[in-house]
């Protein structure tokens, strides 16, 4: 059994920046990702990180402002989101999928869910 904690979401400003966190209980060397939902829209993923943190993929519409990764000794995952932009609005969820798979995470693949924390960009 795995337990996720997300934490980091809030209020920023369109151009700003935010670093969520993701926090694993249990064994928590599995591939780990980021995915998000805004109100009416389906869930969405938005990056992935391999167990060694060597690899990781990310969706276009946050490729080249955002950076996944890991601390294995904390347990823990991060999000950092730079040039934010009110499409960015969403909960965003941590999930983790025993096996790496390098390109875009369907939901219907992860094994566990943390509770999502919401980030709101306003223009």
């Known amino acids: 059994q795995v337990q996720l904690v997300e934490s980091g979401g809030g209020l920023v400003q369109a151009g700003g920046s935010l670093r969520l966190s993701c926090a694993a209980s249990?064994?928590?060397?599995?591939?780990l990702g980021w995915f998000r939902q805004a109100p009416g829209k389906e869930r969405e993923f938005v990056a992935a990180?391999?167990?060694?943190?060597?690899?990781?993929y990310y969706a276009d519409s946050v490729k080249g402002r955002s950076t996944i990764s890991r601390d294995n000794a904390k347990n823990t995952m991060y999000l950092q989101m730079n040039s934010l932009k009110p499409e960015d609005t969403a909960v965003y969820y941590c999930a983790v999928r025993r096996g790496w798979v390098t390109g875009t995470w369907s939901p219907q693949h992860i094994d566990y869910w943390g509770q999502g924390t919401q980030v709101t960009v306003s223009s």
């Open positions: 249990g064994r928590a060397f599995f591939a």
């Open positions: 990180i391999s167990s060694s943190g060597w690899s990781t």
